[in-house]
């Protein structure tokens, strides 16, 4: 009988060492304030999160920045306000950044991914042409989704995951000084890694 206990035992902790830690990919941003964990969501937004997870497999986040900011001083008091900050590797690798592919656009009318507070989701020009590029929402922002107003071509943008721990570390970066929509300094980026 302890013979059988023990091999039950050992066959769920067998078990418990080969599966996945998570059940959707988590990413740390290892920024010079502190850790951000993100959980990503394949299931909904599957090239999107595709895309993130091999740039940070090719390096690509190495070395970069969080390297503008939107907030309620720096935007026309005409438009509708964003609160948010940007990051990627725009700055810092221009010359690969320039050779990315357009990841095809995901929007939140199909993904169902809101860009509430903590939304992590691709920058981008025209749908479609968003590549390593990232912005993390600090507030609810409603304008940023499918038929919003922050978009003149009203498609929003691609919400991909949440941030799950480090919202403190967010806000820190987000009240850092600013010039004209631009962190002066950027706040740096060691590396973005999947746990």
Do not use: W
């Amino acid at each position: 009988m302890r013979n059988q206990y023990l091999f039950i035992l050992s066959l769920n902790l067998l078990m418990g060492a080969c599966s996945p830690k998570y059940k959707n990919p988590h990413i740390e941003i290892q920024t010079s304030k502190g850790e951000i964990e993100v959980e990503l969501y394949p299931d909904q937004a599957p090239k999107s999160v595709q895309a993130f997870l091999s740039y940070i497999k090719k390096g690509y986040y190495k070395n970069s920045s969080f390297y503008r900011v939107l907030n309620d001083d720096n935007q026309p008091s005409n438009a509708d306000k964003a609160e948010l900050i940007q990051g990627g590797m725009y700055k810092s690798m221009p010359k690969v950044h320039d050779t990315l592919t357009g990841i095809p656009h995901e929007s939140t009318a199909q993904t169902h991914l809101l860009h509430k507070k903590g939304t992590i989701s691709l920058a981008r020009l025209a749908p479609g042409t968003a590549t390593s590029e990232f912005f993390i929402c600090l507030s609810d922002q409603p304008g940023f989704d499918y038929g919003g107003e922050n978009n003149p071509d009203k498609q929003g943008y691609a919400a991909f995951g949440k941030v799950i721990k480090g919202m403190d570390i967010v806000t820190k970066i987000y009240n850092q000084n600013e010039d004209n929509q631009s962190f002066d300094p950027p706040v740096p980026i060691y590396n973005i890694i999947q746990l």
